[in-house]
Structures are given as C-alpha cells and as structure tokens.
C-alpha cells in the first residue's frame, strides 16, 4: 500500500510542479493549523487527567486526549507531505537538466 501510494504521489502530484506547490502549500496551513497550541493542550489536558483521575475521563479528557494526538500525528503527515514537496520543488529548481532526467539518480 505505501508503495503504491508513493508511487501515486509521484505521478499525479510530484510529476506537475504547479500541483506540487499547491499541496505544499496546503500541507504547510494543515501542519500550521494542526499543531497550532497543540502542546498547551496536551499539557493541560495532561494536568486536568493528573488533578481529577477519573472523573476527568468520565467528563471526555481520555477522548480529547486520544482527539489530540490523532491531530498532531496528523500534522506530522502535513509535515512530510511539505517537506516531499519542497524537495521535489528545489531540486526540480537547482539541479542541472542531465541530473533531474534520471530518478532515482544513477552512478557513473
């Protein structure tokens, strides 16, 4: 499946510089949103599980807890979607022509 999804990414998305920095532009507002705070309220919903124990995860921490760190794993898909992009872009940008014709590059 990884690979198969690597291998879509590359072709539809990678393939077309213009579609590339779309989505790495969106990546980066999906990062930037979703980890906005995102340690504050770990921190205090930490602090509300460690100060009322279970009555705490009767009044929703436990699944706000579990909320927030499906955001922040989230994110840190955001984040490589971002950085594959911004690769893909700057070596498309600096590489010299012969050396972005061969992917992935071969030795001498």
């Avoid at 705070?37 to 807890?65: I, Y």
């Avoid at 922040?72 to 490589?80: F, N, R």
Wanted: charged share 15%.
């Amino acid at each position: 499946m990884g690979s198969r999804l690597s291998a879509w990414f590359r072709r539809v998305v990678l393939a077309r510089r213009w579609l590339t920095f779309i989505v790495l532009g969106l990546a980066f507002f999906l990062f930037g949103s979703g980890s906005l705070n995102l340690f504050f309220l770990l921190k205090a919903n930490g602090q509300l599980l460690a100060e009322h124990g279970w009555q705490a995860v009767m009044d929703g921490a436990a699944q706000q807890l579990v909320e927030l760190l499906i955001t922040g794993y989230l994110s840190v898909a955001a984040y490589v979607v971002f950085k594959a992009c911004e690769h893909a872009l700057v070596h498309g940008l600096v590489d010299a022509p012969e050396e972005r014709s061969t992917f992935p590059p071969t030795e001498p």
